[in-house]
């Protein structure tokens, strides 16, 4: 091979992978407020649903057993209990993607500057 021939392949080359970059850059998200409602839903989805569970045992054991409401109590504060703890955990789970982007945005800009 010649040495322009060298030079034609390398910026062929590099034509490609530019165009490759290019598709495989994330499209900026218009809809990042419908994002956060959707997050915030799913907290009170986690919520509610871990009071609806421990409402339905606690109903169930004082039922079949024919006590007062004992159970229902203590399994709806369970319940709660449970429900506040996924809702911490997948707050955090948020957190922790916000700041990975944030550090991936930050590295972008001193790439680019």
Same mark, same amino acid.
Request: charged share 25%; glycine share 8%; aromatic share 6%.
């Given at each position: 091979?010649? $040495?322009? $021939?060298?030079?034609?392949?390398?910026?062929?080359?590099?034509?490609?992978?530019?165009? =490759? /970059?290019?598709?495989?850059?994330?499209?900026? /998200?218009?809809?990042?407020?419908?994002?956060?409602?959707?997050?915030?839903? /799913?907290?009170?989805?986690?919520?509610? =649903?871990?009071?609806?569970?421990?409402?339905?045992?606690?109903?169930?054991?004082?039922?079949?057993?024919?006590?007062?409401?004992?159970?229902?109590?203590?399994?709806?504060?369970?319940?709660?209990? =449970?429900?506040?703890?996924?809702?911490? /955990?997948?707050?955090?789970?948020?957190?922790?993607?916000?700041? =990975?982007?944030?550090? $991936?945005?930050?590295?972008? $800009?001193?790439?680019?500057?």
């Amino acid at each position: 091979m010649t $040495d322009p $021939d060298q030079k034609r392949q390398l910026e062929q080359l590099e034509a490609k992978i530019a165009a =490759a /970059r290019k598709l495989q850059e994330p499209k900026p /998200r218009a809809d990042e407020h419908y994002s956060q409602a959707h997050l915030a839903w /799913r907290m009170v989805i986690e919520l509610v =649903a871990g009071l609806g569970i421990g409402f339905g045992i606690g109903y169930g054991l004082d039922s079949l057993l024919g006590t007062l409401p004992i159970f229902l109590v203590l399994f709806t504060l369970l319940g709660l209990a =449970a429900g506040i703890k996924t809702m911490l /955990r997948s707050a955090q789970e948020i957190q922790e993607k916000k700041l =990975a982007d944030m550090a $991936d945005e930050k590295d972008n $800009d001193a790439r680019k500057g």
